[in-house]
């Protein structure tokens, strides 16, 4: 079993040297780079790295770790952040009444695909509390509707400061989250029914038997205030045929939402996505 | 080696007793049904069969089977195509400047997986004469802009009168074509560079790059008189990543524009497609 | 809603008139067909159909359906199977320690996807029945290994008869069934982690790692006495990469795997899957 | 336009510290990194890299950069292979009756996807000089026989002598090239027409048709003296289905074999594949 490791992952103007410095560093702390991955977006002039480093033997103790990068980025001109594997995040998953992807994230979590710490899954409908509670995950109804929708937020927002929750997860959370919710906490990670940007907006499913289409897809995506316009982590399709009524193509769909939003949560608690300018970059 | 077949396209009002009053009319003349698919749609109230059977022994003379399925198809409320396996539909392509279909569909063609006789190219440009002669197929360059598009088309629709085509294949032609046209003809497939319905319009490559997608698609379709809103034949998806530049998806989506016209085409020429109500059943 | 529906599997030698001779009988007892696929193995001059029409309005009492359809069969020199779609089968799942497709397949019984009544599980190993208890399925702890599979299968094959089981599902059962207990049962459906024929026996992931694959895959198929040699109904691939270790393969596998086994039992559960000289005909 | 760039890659023992030792030579020789790569195989104990650097402004001449990355290798222990990006390797293709490869290879050629120079066609038969001509390609006609192989692979050998090959590629070349020519000659992709392992050797169409797959794939592979063994660089599958006869198998797997080859080819020719131990570590 491997040790440990540190990840940091850095955004800065580009320019030559920048791979040299980062691995410099690292080495010069006596660190054994695991990872190194680097995207050079030439439009935008910008650098991105992912360097992963085991943390035995490294010259630096852990709590010195972050300074350290944070002053090596501003040296750079850009911006890093700091993670370590042993500390995964905890997460609050959202749901309304569907349980496909709550299960499923829930038994990949306890089979250990899933580095994250669910600490409560919260919900607008009381249904999903037995899936929870067989799972052994605290279940918080909290019933919302447009009428109590700045109200609930505020309820919302107080479970995740009490549970020191650092990502949420909209497992088919059938709710939109408004920007005052989100200026106040942006680390939130959806799965859309839907091959994005195909069928924006509400029942995508059904858009997609009325079109026709020979494939459906899901996409798991960050979130932002624009509806279903937040960078893209992950999109698999499936195919579907004139045989499948609407609600093949909304079963056939939970195939395809399992596996997007699975796939994007795991890349995501492994801090291999970076964001940037409405964009992922994803370092698998 | 199978002898030829005849191939029965039959739409029509849903009742009980469909399947056995047309495989008993078959069976009655003395055919063997090599193929028999159905489909009902339930909300539509339709049902769609394609019946092919050989024709080796069968009772009618071919020139009486036409008029004999028409008479039936009446019979039963509905309409009917019949086509026979070996008279391959004479096709056109139209082009532009790129080559990428035109070289795969000729190519496929002449390897037998394509049951149809290019009678020839048409293109609003001369750059892919070359190809077309060293396949041996007509080229013919007719020029066309926004300006003296209704003196172009009437010239194209001349030659496919003149060439006695029964199906257009549109292969990266960069021209949309007028209502008026298509009303004068329109068994017409068009290769789409995206998965429909994202990215409908121009340039879906460059808009797909900034959505940040994860996948990339092209769709294969009939054209109606909305541009890119026609039945849909068939689709294909391929993976991309934040290392991809535009010119890398126009490259991954060549793969996926080839792959989607050519079995499209396949399941048109093969009279696999039934079309109707915006939408299409693939008896593939 | 349907009403149910009766569902005919016929296999007879080929001639002409036998869609007809099966829609006909459909008809003439005032049915509605709704599905009817047919297939012709000209090598092996084979006909195979499924005919699934509703029950109401049929001309015939229930019970009478299987004797007439039997007739019908042995007058066309062949063999038919009847299924009722509202009589789902008793089915019995056998895992051993691993619960990944356990809890997918008991996730999708209770989500409505398979049509079957999981009547118990039985292991050879004690772990999952917490998991069984979370659904409410029974679990029956059977020990088994290679001193004891006598007994074992003994055991076993007597709770099948008690339970009234229609068909057994290896959902990861780490034993191979004797001849035999095929002998005596053989409605059996076993997932193999790999893309078979490739690393047929044991260890496919480390084999499959160890040959550098870019793919790996898993195949659904009914058991036989010849390992991993039965009729295959279902294959899914993954991409791999040279990152992916031994673990990551397994991981990726178990993605594979329950997709193939869900896809290929819901098939088979709706009498889609028809078996003939060591292959399968699979109307989808 | 991106300017030219230089390639390195890099194989040596896993220790701390080489990313930046890389890194920082090129950084010190003011080189701006374009790409790095790199991959651990900790069961193997290796370090792999891939480093690629602009040459506008790099303080080496170009003729001095393969003898520094050589010193530098060597101080690691390791093993280094020096590119330039402008450089495209002269390349053979071995074909005999079959051209769906070849005429994807020299179209891709021709459109600008594969960095080579396609400097001569060689084949066992005289039927594809039609197709070589139309692209303007030399086409050398080599019968090669059991009987004749020595002498038939000497005349080989003495033709990528005399063209100065760097590589060979073999596209539904239905010959087997003996050690004897491998050890001579050992720059050599294949395209097989399976899913690598399954169905190794000869006619593994039919053999799939026969086990009954439900998908079918090729595997382009570097090519050693184990038959069909060599190191993978891609593999692609599709879907079949029962109702494909071996026929439809092999035109199905034409467009895998097609894709497959292409995306190895591609890969290999912009050196982003490493062999090591019998695999390959694919930096795409």
Redesign the interface.
Known sequence: M?SASAILQLICPD???????L??W???N???????????D?GAGLFLSRIEWGLDGFGLPREAIAPATAALAARLGGEGQLHFSDAPPRVAIFVSRQ??CL?DLL?RTR?G?LPMEVALVVSNHPQLAGVCD?FGIPFAHQPIDAASRDAGEEAQLALLAEHRIALVVLAKYMQVLSPAFLARFNAVINIHHS?????QGAQPYHRAWE?????I?ATAHFVTEELDGG???????MPV???D?VDDLI?IG??AER?AL?RALRLVLRHQVMVYR?????F?
């Open positions: 491997a320019r030559p040297g920048l791979v040299s410095a691995s410099g690292v080495a010069a006596g660190g054994n780079i695991r990872h190194a991955d680097h995207h050079t030439a349980d496909h299960v038994w089979a695909e067989s091959f994005l940007p195909a069928f079109r026709g289409v020979k494939l897809g960078p893209i982590i992950e999109q698999v399709t045929s004139h045989r009524e079963r939970r195939d596996l699975a409405g964009r992922t970059a994803v698998a």
